[in-house]
């Protein structure tokens, strides 16, 4: 079955430190694959997608992430976190043809000043 | 461009209670969507669409329909509200664009309370 497994329920990171947060997924082939995040009291906001070609995909906020197809795994990371990032953060995957996306069950991520 | 609306924001119902959440998009997009966001179960899909007068079952429909008369609209309802039903409501849509690799666009929520 297709899955997309986000290890971490919550990370927590100071201020001005680097961030990675992983997601796995497992399909017959390579998926495509998204993170998104959900500030607090809003929607989700697609960050970055990864379909095809260059493995390490730039977002908007300073975000990429970077697809590894031997280890199954698409980790989204930041070099400089800012206490905005504050957020949840969910990793999905998409399989070609399919409607239906899979999600990750979210990574909260918690910022000390 | 609103993007993908949801009406209302907040509700409070009583058990028995029914009600329709309103989801609209102005994007043209083929594909809508209805989650539910309960905490630590992340998004769970309540039905889907595919097109104009099509829908589908998601991995938690009972207790819910679904119609999607107008490409732009999909609504919610729920005909006997539950408890069970407290929860947040997200709406989301994507287009159908060759390659399927195109993300969807949600909404703000609906934040739902059944007493």
């Known amino acids: 079955a297709q899955s997309v497994t986000q290890p971490d329920i919550h990370i927590t990171v100071s201020e001005g430190a680097s961030l990675e947060l992983r997601c796995n997924y497992s399909y017959g082939a390579t998926p495509y694959l998204f993170w998104y995040v959900q500030s607090p009291g809003q929607g989700l906001q697609l960050l970055l997608k990864?379909?095809?070609?260059?493995?390490l995909v730039q977002g908007i906020k300073g975000f990429e992430a970077e697809f590894k197809r031997s280890q199954s795994s698409f980790n989204l990371r930041k070099p400089s976190v800012h206490w905005s990032d504050a957020a949840e953060y969910f990793c999905a995957g998409l399989s070609g043809g399919s409607y239906i996306p899979t999600f990750g069950r979210g990574t909260s991520l918690i910022v000390h000043p | 461009n609103a993007g993908v609306t949801q009406t209302p924001k907040f509700r409070v119902l009583k058990t028995g209670q029914s009600m329709t959440l309103l989801c609209a998009q102005d994007?043209?997009?083929?594909?809508m969507y209805w989650y539910r966001q309960d905490p630590g179960m992340g998004l769970r899909l309540i039905h889907y669409?595919?097109?104009?007068?099509?829908?589908a079952k998601g991995e938690v429909p009972d207790g819910y329909n679904v119609s999607r008369l107008k490409k732009q609209n999909f609504l919610l309802g729920l005909e006997s509200a539950a408890p069970s039903q407290t929860s947040v409501y997200f709406c989301?849509?994507?287009?159908?664009?060759?390659?399927?690799?195109?993300?969807?666009?949600f909404g703000p929520g609906t934040r739902l309370t059944v007493l």
């Open positions: 989301a849509s994507r287009v159908l664009r060759r390659g399927g690799h195109n993300e969807q666009f």
């Open positions: 994007m043209n997009h083929e594909y």
């Open positions: 669409s595919v097109g104009e007068g099509t829908t």
């Open positions: 990864y379909f095809s070609g260059d493995t």
